[in-house]
């Protein structure tokens, strides 16, 4: 506050917050004059705290300033804890509401020396809680001890009651974030259909204060300040400005970030998506019981989460195409490089479990990037890489190369490919290939082992009214990946069966469907019972003979043989293993240990055993040598 000296501060005190303070150097800052520097604003802040007769919002904007100075005056931690407690309870009784609990519960964590600052902060992340296992333990139980009892009053009384201003409702939104997050991040030893509960009744009571907060709550001169930070524009002594409406807009916006992240990691919590998937069983003749966790409120979560996430990575993709090509109109671009994989509302169903299922599926209703084409520079260096890497399967790599080759010299601007079928003997780096191209292009891969299957439900999904059912896993993929593209791996094709063993159709026939460019374009899903637009999906077909391939199948791929590998080519094929062992085990490839690459390669009789001797060579080199720490 802009006093000029302490003469000019207010001493109008209430007696009975005065009467509150017990602490002599409580009374003594509240009552002294004539001091300077740190002590002068603290003791400014205690009073107008104090005051009754001073504004709840400017009292409250005191007590937070106090509450953050009074470290620097007093250097006892136990002091400073006690004291706050003590300042505490004399402002209460006229300033209960979300600010002030936010004031309580920054003490308690002080109390348990966890960082309040890193708390309240925009950038926590339930993936990094930070600090070491003390940390984790007293965040464990501050979610139980302190932050979960004090929110009771939030689900029992009305919003009205509880939120006087835009800053009261931003604290109840800083801590109804911090109680999502940290129900999710943290061992409570409840189920998760019980954690499932506590998020949507948060989300839900978060949703509310966001729709209050945009309409009806008054607001202090200058407009609200930032959900995670004080801007000094914002402070009750600067003039109020004509137009407040844009820092509320700026609190509002970035309560729906907040909101969206929390709604994204609640619908893929892993302890709770497999507590919403049904028992596998057989079919049921009438719907299961639903499970009393699943409220409307967790359903709506799940399908704005759904539809956030699509949003978040159209714009992205938006983004992308307006930097590389910033002559060109924007709406064109999208329009050649998205796909609707969804056109129609996805029919509903009545058991609260399949809707919860349904409602992750909502993303796939908006438009969805397909994958841009390298720069013609780029792509030739990540081609010459891949021939580097498969000297002896220059024919394969070709058949998919100089399809991207074309498209990208004659403008085009996504990625796609006709149906490749790659046919070789076992152990010739057919299923490496098929990875490192997905790699090359920047998609997903998806392997499906076709070999040895009976029926086509790993491609059409299992029909509702199965205690299993589910849409199919190309439709998962897409929906985790937020993406209208992805290469899948039809492996070992050669050996999938044509006669019918269930109540699915053949893979093979099905596939004939999925890789007729019309008929993709509306391929219906058994479990979402709506057509879905998988014309751009890119294929890659893994097979050892063509003799048991139906001939109607086989007329839509392209056989490209893959010779197998001479001897010459083993030292390049030991180093990928390598790489690919450290990639699987999560490791750099620099801590590897060096292998004798000619020993393994003369010893080696076939690829694959060149692939288990260098396997067991790393296990040997590590337990003689000891491993790197």
């Given at each position: 506050?802009?006093?000029?000296?302490?003469?000019?501060?207010?001493?109008?005190?209430?007696?009975?917050?005065?009467?509150?303070?017990?602490?002599?150097?409580?009374?003594?800052?509240?009552?002294?004059?004539?001091?300077?520097?740190?002590?002068?604003?603290?003791?400014?802040?205690?009073?107008?705290?104090?005051?009754?007769?001073?504004?709840?919002?400017?009292?409250?904007?005191?007590?937070?300033?106090?509450?953050?100075?009074?470290?620097?005056?007093?250097?006892?931690?136990?002091?400073?804890?006690?004291?706050?407690?003590?300042?505490?309870?004399?402002?209460?009784?006229?300033?209960?509401?979300?600010?002030?609990?936010?004031?309580?519960?920054?003490?308690?964590?002080?109390?348990?020396?966890?960082?309040?600052?890193?708390?309240?902060?925009?950038?926590?992340?339930?993936?990094?809680?930070?600090?070491?296992?003390?940390?984790?333990?007293?965040?464990?139980?501050?979610?139980?001890?302190?932050?979960?009892?004090?929110?009771?009053?939030?689900?029992?009384?009305?919003?009205?009651?509880?939120?006087?201003?835009?800053?009261?409702?931003?604290?109840?939104?800083?801590?109804?974030?911090?109680?999502?997050?940290?129900?999710?991040?943290?061992?409570?030893?409840?189920?998760?259909?019980?954690?499932?509960?506590?998020?949507?009744?948060?989300?839900?009571?978060?949703?509310?204060?966001?729709?209050?907060?945009?309409?009806?709550?008054?607001?202090?001169?200058?407009?609200?300040?930032?959900?995670?930070?004080?801007?000094?524009?914002?402070?009750?002594?600067?003039?109020?400005?004509?137009?407040?409406?844009?820092?509320?807009?700026?609190?509002?916006?970035?309560?729906?970030?907040?909101?969206?992240?929390?709604?994204?990691?609640?619908?893929?919590?892993?302890?709770?998506?497999?507590?919403?998937?049904?028992?596998?069983?057989?079919?049921?003749?009438?719907?299961?019981?639903?499970?009393?966790?699943?409220?409307?409120?967790?359903?709506?979560?799940?399908?704005?989460?759904?539809?956030?996430?699509?949003?978040?990575?159209?714009?992205?993709?938006?983004?992308?195409?307006?930097?590389?090509?910033?002559?060109?109109?924007?709406?064109?671009?999208?329009?050649?490089?998205?796909?609707?994989?969804?056109?129609?509302?996805?029919?509903?169903?009545?058991?609260?479990?399949?809707?919860?299922?349904?409602?992750?599926?909502?993303?796939?209703?908006?438009?969805?990037?397909?994958?841009?084409?390298?720069?013609?520079?780029?792509?030739?260096?990540?081609?010459?890489?891949?021939?580097?890497?498969?000297?002896?399967?220059?024919?394969?790599?070709?058949?998919?190369?100089?399809?991207?080759?074309?498209?990208?010299?004659?403008?085009?601007?996504?990625?796609?490919?006709?149906?490749?079928?790659?046919?070789?003997?076992?152990?010739?780096?057919?299923?490496?290939?098929?990875?490192?191209?997905?790699?090359?292009?920047?998609?997903?891969?998806?392997?499906?082992?076709?070999g040895g299957s009976t029926d086509s439900r790993m491609l059409t999904g299992t029909s509702r009214g199965w205690a299993s059912g589910e849409p199919s896993p190309?439709?998962?993929?897409?929906?985790?990946?937020?993406?209208?593209?992805?290469?899948?791996?039809?492996?070992?094709?050669?050996?999938?069966?044509?006669?019918?063993?269930?109540?699915?159709?053949?893979?093979?026939?099905?596939?004939?469907?999925?890789?007729?460019?019309?008929?993709?374009?509306?391929?219906?899903?058994?479990?979402?019972?709506?057509?879905?637009?998988?014309?751009?999906?890119?294929?890659?077909?893994?097979?050892?003979?063509?003799?048991?391939?139906?001939?109607?199948?086989?007329?839509?791929?392209?056989?490209?043989?893959?010779?197998?590998?001479?001897?010459?080519?083993?030292?390049?094929?030991?180093?990928?293993?390598?790489?690919?062992?450290?990639?699987?085990?999560?490791?750099?490839?620099?801590?590897?240990?060096?292998?004798?690459?000619?020993?393994?390669?003369r010893a080696a009789g076939s690829v694959r055993e060149l692939v288990r001797l260098v396997r067991q060579e790393i296990v040997r080199e590590v337990a003689s040598?000891?491993?790197?720490?």
């Amino acid at each position: 506050m802009p006093f000029d000296s302490d003469d000019d501060m207010p001493q109008a005190v209430g007696l009975p917050a005065l009467s509150a303070l017990y602490s002599p150097v409580l009374l003594m800052l509240a009552s002294a004059t004539g001091m300077t520097g740190t002590a002068l604003d603290a003791a400014r802040a205690l009073r107008l705290a104090l005051d009754a007769q001073v504004p709840r919002i400017t009292r409250l904007d005191a007590l937070g300033d106090f509450l953050d100075g009074l470290p620097a005056v007093i250097a006892e931690p136990q002091a400073v804890d006690n004291l706050a407690r003590e300042v505490l309870a004399a402002a209460e009784p006229g300033l209960q509401g979300p600010r002030l609990t936010e004031f309580q519960l920054q003490c308690a964590a002080r109390h348990r020396d966890l960082d309040w600052s890193w708390l309240r902060g925009g950038d926590w992340d339930t993936k990094s809680p930070g600090g070491p296992a003390r940390t984790s333990r007293a965040l464990t139980e501050w979610l139980s001890v302190d932050l979960t009892p004090a929110l009771q009053p939030f689900w029992r009384e009305p919003l009205e009651r509880q939120l006087h201003d835009t800053e009261e409702a931003a604290a109840m939104i800083r801590l109804l974030r911090l109680y999502v997050l940290l129900t999710l991040a943290t061992p409570s030893g409840s189920p998760p259909q019980t954690t499932l509960n506590d998020c949507a009744r948060a989300l839900g009571l978060w949703k509310a204060v966001e729709k209050r907060l945009s309409s009806v709550l008054p607001t202090r001169p200058g407009g609200p300040a930032p959900l995670y930070g004080v801007d000094d524009a914002a402070l009750p002594d600067t003039p109020e400005p004509e137009d407040t409406s844009e820092a509320r807009e700026a609190l509002l916006d970035a309560s729906l970030v907040a909101r969206h992240h929390a709604l994204n990691l609640a619908a893929g919590h892993a302890d709770i998506r497999q507590a919403v998937q049904p028992p596998l069983s057989g079919p049921t003749a009438t719907a299961s019981k639903p499970m009393s966790s699943l409220t409307e409120a967790t359903i709506t979560a799940a399908a704005d989460a759904a539809r956030s996430a699509a949003a978040d990575a159209l714009f992205a993709h938006e983004e992308a195409l307006a930097e590389r090509f910033p002559l060109q109109p924007l709406d064109v671009l999208v329009a050649h490089t998205t796909c609707q994989l969804i056109a129609e509302p996805i029919p509903a169903m009545s058991n609260r479990e399949d809707r919860l299922m349904l409602a992750a599926y909502e993303g796939l209703r908006y438009s969805l990037p397909l994958a841009l084409l390298p720069e013609v520079a780029e792509l030739e260096e990540r081609l010459t890489q891949l021939h580097t890497e498969f000297p002896w399967a220059t024919r394969p790599i070709e058949a998919v190369a100089g399809e991207l080759r074309a498209r990208r010299r004659l403008g085009a601007v996504s990625v796609a490919w006709a149906p490749v079928l790659l046919v070789g003997p076992p152990g010739t780096g057919k299923t490496r290939l098929a990875r490192r191209l997905a790699e090359v292009v920047g998609l997903s891969f998806l392997p499906l082992g076709v070999g040895g299957s009976t029926d086509s439900r790993m491609l059409t999904g299992t029909s509702r009214g199965w205690a299993s059912g589910e849409p199919s896993p190309i439709l998962r993929l897409l929906r985790d990946r937020c993406s209208a593209q992805a290469v899948v791996l039809l492996d070992e094709l050669d050996k999938s069966h044509q006669g019918r063993a269930s109540n699915a159709a053949p893979v093979q026939a099905a596939l004939l469907g999925l890789l007729e460019p019309e008929s993709s374009r509306r391929w219906i899903d058994s479990y979402l019972q709506v057509p879905c637009d998988l014309s751009k999906l890119l294929y890659i077909a893994t097979a050892n003979r063509l003799g048991t391939i139906d001939s109607a199948l086989l007329s839509r791929l392209r056989p490209v043989l893959v010779p197998t590998p001479e001897r010459r080519h083993y030292p390049g094929i030991v180093e990928q293993v390598v790489r690919d062992i450290a990639d699987d085990w999560g490791l750099p490839h620099a801590v590897m240990p060096a292998l004798d690459v000619s020993g393994i390669s003369r010893a080696a009789g076939s690829v694959r055993e060149l692939v288990r001797l260098v396997r067991q060579e790393i296990v040997r080199e590590v337990a003689s040598t000891g491993a790197p720490h």
